[in-house]
């Protein structure tokens, strides 16, 4: 191995030990592990920059503004009030209805602050109706995650796959193009949940005393799961009309643009942005505090030990480990395992680590089987994803195991099967819809 091997596997198992170590915020570890890179020279100034300026962070960051801006018209608090009333009206079955809602909002907004403003709601309503919130926070979390998969804006991992599949030459993706493979996984995933998660959490949950008040979220911990100040998304704000409809009609422009090929979403979105700090909807300070750098510096972070990785020959040489282990075998069942691992890497890691560590190995397995790169693409995205079976896979999961004080178990019981059955049916979409 050459040196600059040597460092960049040094600072890839630091970050990663650092990450299941859990003492440091993951935004802070991935952008040391970018500093050492830059200053031992295994990459270069201008490749830092331009994984600072990728497209994948310009969609998000812009994507969150445009969020922020909903918020602070009251849109999203004027939604939550209606749906209370709906939930008291049809009981239980109206907290699922919601969690509908709630997930359909999720396949275009990323789910974090969707969860934080959702969490207490569902917690209140269940408790009005004499159940246990504990039946629902899980669920929530889930459905947040399984809706994200259903198209590119998602969630930021399927934002920073079609990222670094294009550095290692592959076109982009198109905002619907993997719906095919994430709603069927949605829709089994749902209706699992549905029937069973009641059954697995209820019976043992609804005996368990209730304590009084809302459960606080602590903000420093769910920092570390790359997510901003929960308080952000907990001050009720009055409904302004004129900006919510500017808000949302400059949002549905911005998807609809990039979906009709006009431009890309980076772009698109990133215009929407600023066309609402022009026209007011939201002032510059305001458009800065909804930006989250905690997410953005952790994916920009990333990007940057995947091109040394890529720099370096390490990503080859990984590639060429894993096409060795399955040579002789058939594409179906190297997609398999593609899946399996970035599935079992997703629930000891972030999903931006396993989705930078993950991708070009995609790449290079399917130019060794001599087939497409896009079912393996399209596998990894529904895998870094697909964090079921711990409470710190994903972040949504860190936020209502804090607020329903769950136990570690309840997402193994839970986790584990929806792992299995999201695994199946993205294998037999995947092979549908993305042929060889």
């Given at each position: 191995m050459s040196v600059d091997q040597i460092l960049t596997l040094l600072v890839l198992a630091a970050v990663v030990a650092a990450l299941i170590w859990d003492k440091m915020r993951a935004d802070v570890v991935a952008l040391t592990g970018a500093a050492v890179l830059l200053m031992t020279g295994v990459v270069r100034p201008v490749e830092v920059q331009g994984a600072?300026?990728?497209?994948?962070?310009?969609a998000l960051a812009s994507?969150?503004?445009?969020?922020?801006?909903?918020?602070?018209?009251?849109?999203?608090?004027?939604?939550?009030?209606s749906a209370v009333a709906m939930c008291r009206r049809l009981g239980s079955g109206g907290i699922w209805l919601l969690l509908s809602m709630i997930g359909s909002v999720s396949c275009f907004l990323n789910s974090t602050p969707i969860v934080v403003l959702g969490a207490p709601v569902i917690r209140d309503v269940a408790?009005?109706?004499?159940?246990?919130?504990?039946?629902?926070?899980?669920?929530?979390?889930?459905?947040?995650?399984?809706?994200?998969?259903?198209?590119?804006?998602?969630?930021?991992?399927?934002?920073?796959?079609?990222d670094m599949a294009s550095v290692a030459g592959q076109p982009r993706f198109g905002i619907f193009e993997i719906t095919p493979v994430g709603l069927p996984m949605a829709l089994a995933g749902g209706l699992y949940l549905f029937l069973v998660s009641g059954r697995l959490l209820g019976g043992r949950h609804e005996a368990e005393e209730r304590e009084g008040g809302p459960v606080e979220i602590d903000p420093a911990h769910i920092g570390n799961a790359q997510v901003g100040d929960a308080r952000l998304f907990e001050v009720q704000r009055p409904l302004q009309p004129l900006k919510a409809a500017i808000a949302l009609a400059v949002f549905v422009?911005?998807?609809?643009?990039?979906?009709?090929?006009?431009?890309?979403?980076?772009?698109?979105?990133?215009?929407?942005?600023?066309?609402?700090?022009?026209?007011?909807?939201?002032?510059?300070?305001e458009a800065y505090s909804g930006l989250r750098p905690e997410i953005l510096i952790l994916i920009?972070?990333?990007?940057?030990?995947?091109?040394?990785?890529?720099?370096?020959?390490?990503?080859?040489?990984?590639?060429?480990?894993?096409?060795?282990?399955?040579?002789?075998?058939?594409?179906?069942?190297?997609?398999?395992?593609?899946?399996?691992?970035?599935?079992?890497?997703?629930?000891?890691?972030?999903?931006?680590?396993?989705?930078?560590?993950v991708?070009?190995?995609?790449?290079?397995?399917?130019?060794?089987?001599?087939?497409?790169?896009?079912?393996?693409?399209?596998?990894v995205m529904m895998a870094a994803s697909a964090a079921f079976s711990t409470p710190f896979g994903y972040q949504t999961n860190v936020i209502v195991y804090q607020m329903g004080g769950y136990r570690y178990l309840d997402f193994v019981r839970i986790g584990l099967p929806l792992n299995f059955i999201t695994f199946v049916v993205a294998i037999i979409a995947i092979r549908i819809f993305f042929p060889f």
């Amino acid at each position: 191995m050459s040196v600059d091997q040597i460092l960049t596997l040094l600072v890839l198992a630091a970050v990663v030990a650092a990450l299941i170590w859990d003492k440091m915020r993951a935004d802070v570890v991935a952008l040391t592990g970018a500093a050492v890179l830059l200053m031992t020279g295994v990459v270069r100034p201008v490749e830092v920059q331009g994984a600072f300026a990728s497209p994948a962070i310009i969609a998000l960051a812009s994507l969150f503004v445009i969020a922020y801006a909903l918020e602070l018209a009251g849109l999203l608090d004027r939604a939550i009030a209606s749906a209370v009333a709906m939930c008291r009206r049809l009981g239980s079955g109206g907290i699922w209805l919601l969690l509908s809602m709630i997930g359909s909002v999720s396949c275009f907004l990323n789910s974090t602050p969707i969860v934080v403003l959702g969490a207490p709601v569902i917690r209140d309503v269940a408790t009005s109706l004499g159940l246990s919130p504990k039946r629902f926070l899980i669920p929530l979390s889930y459905v947040t995650i399984l809706t994200g998969c259903c198209t590119l804006i998602g969630t930021s991992t399927n934002l920073l796959v079609d990222d670094m599949a294009s550095v290692a030459g592959q076109p982009r993706f198109g905002i619907f193009e993997i719906t095919p493979v994430g709603l069927p996984m949605a829709l089994a995933g749902g209706l699992y949940l549905f029937l069973v998660s009641g059954r697995l959490l209820g019976g043992r949950h609804e005996a368990e005393e209730r304590e009084g008040g809302p459960v606080e979220i602590d903000p420093a911990h769910i920092g570390n799961a790359q997510v901003g100040d929960a308080r952000l998304f907990e001050v009720q704000r009055p409904l302004q009309p004129l900006k919510a409809a500017i808000a949302l009609a400059v949002f549905v422009a911005a998807v609809a643009l990039a979906t009709a090929g006009v431009a890309p979403i980076a772009a698109t979105a990133f215009a929407g942005a600023v066309l609402l700090i022009l026209l007011r909807v939201i002032s510059a300070d305001e458009a800065y505090s909804g930006l989250r750098p905690e997410i953005l510096i952790l994916i920009a972070g990333m990007v940057v030990i995947g091109i040394a990785m890529e720099q370096s020959g390490l990503a080859a040489e990984a590639s060429e480990l894993l096409i060795a282990s399955v040579h002789g075998l058939s594409p179906l069942i190297a997609l398999i395992i593609l899946y399996l691992l970035t599935m079992v890497l997703t629930e000891l890691l972030s999903n931006a680590t396993v989705a930078v560590l993950v991708t070009p190995v995609a790449v290079a397995l399917a130019d060794s089987l001599g087939v497409s790169p896009r079912p393996f693409l399209v596998a990894v995205m529904m895998a870094a994803s697909a964090a079921f079976s711990t409470p710190f896979g994903y972040q949504t999961n860190v936020i209502v195991y804090q607020m329903g004080g769950y136990r570690y178990l309840d997402f193994v019981r839970i986790g584990l099967p929806l792992n299995f059955i999201t695994f199946v049916v993205a294998i037999i979409a995947i092979r549908i819809f993305f042929p060889f």
